[in-house]
């Protein structure tokens, strides 16, 4: 059973860069990691997926090392308003049930 | 506007007492699920969908079922509810099984 965790919680301040990463100990080779993140009493919103490597969008970027057994998800310059709950998700290997980490709390400070 | 719309959003009932958690999509996704979110246990997946008539146990099905007669639709169903299935529930679809999930804003249920 694919098993992910993550930090329970960090603090950073406006402008630094945070990188928050995901262990999940078994994912297939073709398997995506996707984070989200969730404000208080919304539903989890997509930030940004990918399977090896590196990948980069507008808001943040995710690198995978080539094990693929972590992930980090990398928020440059945050400010207030990224305070929230990150997840990674990822597919139990082989099929599309889907296993969220246990979530890490990010409290940026002014 | 795209959307994921789940109702109701709030709702207190009593055990045994049989409810249903609609999920609506227009999106024209075929991949839609349903979790739970509980304090100190996160989010986990309660069922999904692949597609119309195509339905798979997540990782907590006990207690839920769920129909894909439908591509829009996917409801949840407590055929009888009891106390330890208060919890905030999501649905979320997305265009394939590996795709993003888009989320909605959730239901909120208290079984009393």
């Known amino acids: 059973l694919a098993k992910t965790t993550q930090p329970i919680s960090m603090d950073s301040y406006e402008g630094q860069e945070v990188n928050i990463t995901c262990s999940h100990n078994?994912?297939?080779?073709?398997?995506?990691i996707t984070w989200y993140q969730q404000f208080p009493s919304q539903g989890p919103r997509f930030i940004i997926q990918?399977?090896?490597t590196k990948v980069t969008n507008e808001v943040a970027s995710l690198f995978i090392p080539a094990d693929r057994k972590s992930s980090t998800l990398s928020l440059p310059r945050v400010s207030l308003s990224d305070t929230a709950v990150y997840y990674c998700l990822v597919p139990t290997s082989g099929t599309y049930k889907y296993i969220f980490g246990t979530g890490t709390r990010l409290k940026v400070l002014a | 506007e795209a959307q994921v719309t789940q109702n109701p959003r709030y709702l207190i009932t009593v055990t045994g007492k049989k409810l249903t958690v609609t999920c609506s999509q227009n999106?024209?996704?075929?991949?839609m699920s349903w979790y739970r979110q509980d304090p100190g246990l996160g989010l986990r997946q309660i069922y999904y969908?692949?597609?119309?008539?195509?339905?798979d146990k997540g990782d907590v099905p006990e207690g839920y079922k769920v129909s894909r007669k439908e591509k829009r639709n996917f409801p949840l169903i407590l055929e009888s509810p009891s106390p330890n299935q208060t919890s905030l529930y999501f649905c979320a679809s997305s265009s394939a099984g590996f795709q993003p999930q888009h989320f909605g804003d959730g239901t909120r249920l208290s079984i009393l």
């Open positions: 990918g399977y090896k």
């Open positions: 969908s692949m597609n119309v008539e195509v339905t």
């Open positions: 999106m024209n996704h075929e991949y």
């Open positions: 078994n994912i297939a080779t073709n398997d995506y």
